[in-house]
């Protein structure tokens, strides 16, 4: 351990660096760190060229008139450029020939005597359905610019209904199938939608989420009259509620819709989506983004990143839902323009038995996987003989996204999923980003588990102090960008103080305001980012500064520990003190004795200011319903507050919170 100015530096993994295999498929796109030097050198010098380039690999109806205009905090791509999202994700492919492709494959979570359902939909079948439905909306009196609720399950019709939305310039608010019906409610009114598309339920670890119904309370929430028409899609024939006159079923009004609609050419900066993001306080944000910059720059960091080929016999899946931005980008709309088929799974990663995502693996033949590390470290705890059962050669990129990846999970990733042959890319972003930040390419970036390594394309990524200071290697600092991107917001719906306050209020530099992710980061000797979790997750102990991801990583080195999350509480020497929230893994014992053996093993790991003050054992952690551990509600039970007054919408297993509040504690 060294220690500089305050600051801790981990060496956990630090010095493992893995270095970029041969390649197991299609060439890679970028083959040397020389070549992504090169290029970088040239995003960030010649933005203009390097974007302009990009974004002719996309069809425009007319051509920009600028690459970009740029004023921070509003930045304007391809200016006065026209095109559509859902064109350049179905329709140019059947001109271009590819019609008898797939480009969607969709699995069932049921499975029933002959197996799961399987379906295959070719960019013909997608191009009749898209259009077949847009006509459903403008029939419902959904015009250009007017903003349709989206809440469904994994079920193609999802896939469908957004990109019927792009096709005719409606901008969509798609919301995660296990929001409660208050969520639905909140969003539904900021966004004014007066149309919501769901379905009577979805299937989840073989029950029914009753998607119907909460739309129901959500409306009856908002009051009468607040949204006209409910379409609902039948899936899983459990019983609803009906109200004539407002709500009509998909198959009906798909049976009589036309099978031609137009894409209609788009102004490269209208909105193309909302996408909620909930905060400790305050109403969730709408974050919106464009077209014409979200399009370029979600098919250029596919292509990158997950070294995408058309015509390589390549399966793309991205285990999200469509309803967070990772589905947006890394199901639909990235995926889709590089013509590789996107693989949509309807349900739980362990459901009817815990190997289902091998199982999947195996028989698609999927070439690149990109899930959450949550979900690895649950493939952790249940064991590699799940994943042994299967044939993963197909293999050839791993990616990890939604939070940092300890190293002991990247290392079973790497080995056990991997065989110890697919580079695996940590990817580093945000719903505002649109798309990968700070990302390894598989051909060129050699790899440091737990390290989300270099910038993308374009992205003059810094790690600075409160005056907008670059700090030295391995001082932690506050991530920010200093340059424009293509795939950035543009604003908080309805809200210009709130998207300047966020993002644009923290840092100056030479004056200017410049993106503030809101992350804490560090870069090492090498110059690779390590992310040390939101500015909320830097504790300062003692006047030390301590990254709760480093806490955390040490802790799950252990044997003992299979998920951990740290944060800091109220100390009355310290100033904050650490507190750990730890799962154990099967055949260990919750007691002191083990609290006094992590305790130590922290000491060894990182130092003894890292040795948590608090140690609490947790058969769960809390958890958004994408996966991602709610730390701000375990620093409100770790400060002994006796209710949680926080947005609690995204929260998937209350009683979890419960539990926790009513532990013993160390």
């Known amino acids: 351990m060294s220690q500089s100015e305050g600051n801790i530096e981990s060496v956990l993994h630090e010095d493992r660096l893995f270095d970029p295999p041969a390649s197991a498929g299609a060439p890679w796109h970028i083959g040397s760190l020389d070549e992504y030097k090169a290029l970088y050198k040239k995003s960030i010098d010649d933005p203009e060229s390097f974007w302009s380039n990009a974004a002719e690999e996309m069809h425009w109806f007319s051509h920009w008139r600028q690459v970009v205009s740029y004023e921070a905090p509003d930045a304007k ?15 140019r492919h059947v ?107 979805s299937w989840r670890r073989g029950s029914v989420v009753p998607l119907k119904d909460n739309v129901d309370q959500a409306l009856e929430i908002l009051g009468e009259g607040k949204v006209r028409s409910v379409i609902v899609r039948q899936r899983c024939k459990n019983g609803i509620d009906w109200v004539d006159g407002r709500d009509t079923w998909w198959h009906d009004v798909m049976q009589e819709a036309e099978a031609d609609c137009d894409c209609v050419p788009l102004d490269s900066e209208e909105m193309s989506f909302l996408l909620y993001t909930s905060g ?11 077209i014409g910059g979200y399009m370029v720059y979600t098919a250029t960091t596919s292509k990158y990143v997950f070294n995408l080929v058309p015509d390589a016999d390549q399966v793309f899946w991205c285990t999200a839902d469509v309803g967070w931005i990772t589905g947006h980008s890394y199901i639909l709309y990235g995926i889709m323009p590089n013509r590789v088929p996107t693989l949509m799974y309807e349900g739980a990663p362990n459901f009817p038995d815990a190997d289902r995502f091998w199982d999947i693996v195996s028989r698609h033949r999927v070439t690149q996987f990109y899930t959450a590390p949550t979900a690895i470290r649950a493939f952790m ?83 600075v102090d409160a005056d907008g200071n670059e700090v030295g290697a391995n001082e932690g600092g506050l991530l920010v960008v200093r340059k424009p991107w293509p795939g950035m917001l543009r604003g908080v719906y309805g809200d210009r103080d709130r998207f300047i306050d966020t993002y644009w209020s923290t840092i100056k530099i030479d004056s200017k305001p410049v993106y503030t992710a809101g992350d804490g980061a560090r870069r090492d000797k090498d110059g690779y980012f390590w992310i040390m979790g939101r500015i909320d997750d830097v504790i300062n102990v003692s006047g030390h500064r301590l990254g709760t991801m480093e806490v955390e990583s040490g802790l799950v080195a252990h044997e003992s520990v299979v998920e951990a999350a740290v944060v800091g509480m109220p100390h009355e020497i310290k100033g904050t003190g650490i507190a750990a929230f730890c799962t154990l893994a099967p055949g260990y014992e919750a007691n002191d004795d083990l609290r006094k053996k992590l305790r130590e093993h ?39 507050e006796v209710e949680v007054n926080q947005d609690t919408s995204t929260l998937e297993d209350f009683t979890v919170v419960a539990k926790l509040q009513g532990g013993d504690e160390s």
């Open 77 to 91: 791509w391809f200016v006065n450029g026209t095109t559509n999202l859902c064109y350049n994700c179905v329709d």
């Open 95 to 201: 001109e271009n020939g590819f019609g008898d492709q797939v480009g969607i494959i969709w699995e069932s979570e049921p499975i029933g005597d002959e197996g799961p359902e399987i379906l295959r939909l070719t960019y013909a079948d997608l191009q009749t359905e898209i259009s077949k439905f847009a006509n459903v909306l403008l029939d419902k009196g959904v015009r250009r610019g007017d903003v349709v609720t989206i809440y469904m399950g994994m079920i193609p019709e999802l896939a469908i209904a957004v990109l019927a939305c792009a096709r005719i310039g409606a901008a969509h608010s798609v919301i995660f199938g296990g929001f409660s019906s208050q969520a639905i409610a909140d969003r539904v009114e900021d966004a004014n939608s007066k149309v919501i598309v769901t379905c009577d339920g």
């Open 280 to 290: 400790s306080t305050g109403k969730p944000k709408g974050i919106h983004h464009t």
């Open 381 to 463: 705890k249940w064991g590699e003989e799940h994943p042994k059962k299967h044939d993963l050669s197909s293999l050839q990129v791993l990616g990890t996204v939604g939070e940092p990846i300890n190293p002991e999970a990247w290392m079973w990733y790497h080995n056990v999923i991997g065989g110890g042959a697919c580079p695996i890319v940590d990817t580093y972003w945000q719903t505002e980003t649109g798309g990968h930040m700070i990302t390894p390419l598989p051909g060129a970036t050699s790899t440091k588990p737990g390290s989300c390594t270099l910038p993308f394309f374009g992205i003059d990524a810094a790690v």
């Open 602 to 640: 922290i000491s060894d790991q990182i130092g003894a200011i890292a040795k948590p003050d608090m140690i609490r054992f947790t058969d769960a952690l809390p958890k958004t319903r994408s996966g991602k551990i709610m730390r701000r509600l375990l620093r409100s039970i770790a400060a002994g």
